[in-house]
């Protein structure tokens, strides 16, 4: 299986911060590679797909970049409502497998 | 709206089953594939299998292989996941969640189903 690591695994941050998470694979993933915001109690939520694209809907304070095993999310300007945890996920190969979360909190 | 629905908390003993429905609405059933991704209390995501609800095609993780079940009725647009022989560490809240169409992302998902395997 594809091992999945996420760094920091926590993040102190405050509004307005510019903030980078990275995530990288175990063997190249060529793009395969999501990134999903959860917050407490709530089903994932997808925000970036193919390393780079913005799903409909989600802020352009997101934003995604990366290729084979390095990849990172970025978001640009904190607001209170992106203080959650962020997982990756690759499905370049089965079983598709994701990240152990980076869980960002206020500082 | 797009959605998915799932089913209600169950409660089970262990080496017992449990399956868990998905009834999509807003959206062509046939159309996207469905996953099906579980969480551990405190824990992060973990991905079990995925089945094409146009021709009933499915691929399952390894680890549940011979465990799991996933099928569809199309005449309901409800998917279903059936596991077996469960564990305490089956123990978690399992979600339903469609594919982005022409990719392998999961874009809507349901509202999540906790299964308590407890003796």
Redesign the interface.
């Known amino acids: 299986d594809t091992q999945m690591t996420q760094s920091p695994s926590s993040l102190s941050a405050s509004v307005g911060d510019r903030v980078t998470i990275t995530c990288r694979a175990s063997q190249s993933i060529s793009s395969?590679l999501?990134w999903?915001q959860q917050k407490p109690g709530k089903?994932?939520?997808?925000l970036i797909?193919?390393a780079s694209n913005l799903?409909s809907g989600v802020p352009s304070r997101f934003s995604g970049s990366g290729s084979g095993t390095d990849f990172t999310l970025t978001i640009s300007s904190l607001r209170p409502e992106d203080f959650a945890t962020y997982?990756c996920?690759q499905?370049y190969s089965?079983?598709?497998?994701?990240?152990?979360?980076t869980k960002l909190e206020i500082k | 709206q797009v959605q998915l629905v799932q089913s209600g908390a169950e409660v089970k003993k262990p080496g017992a089953s449990v399956k868990v429905s998905c009834r999509a609405s807003g959206y062509t059933f046939t159309s996207y594939g469905i996953n099906w991704v579980r969480q551990a209390p405190g824990q992060g995501l973990e991905w079990m299998g995925w089945i094409n609800p146009y021709n009933g095609n499915r691929n399952y993780a390894q680890k549940l292989q011979g465990r799991v079940t996933m099928t569809t009725d199309t005449s309901t647009s409800t998917a279903y996941m059936d596991l077996r022989s469960l564990r305490s560490d089956d123990t978690a809240i399992y979600y339903c969640a469609r594919n982005v169409a022409g990719y392998d992302a999961f874009d809507i998902w349901g509202q999540g189903t906790m299964v308590t395997v407890s003796s």
């Open positions: 395969y999501n999903y089903a994932p939520k997808l797909y193919a799903q997982y996920q499905f089965t079983p598709s497998t994701f990240g152990q979360g």
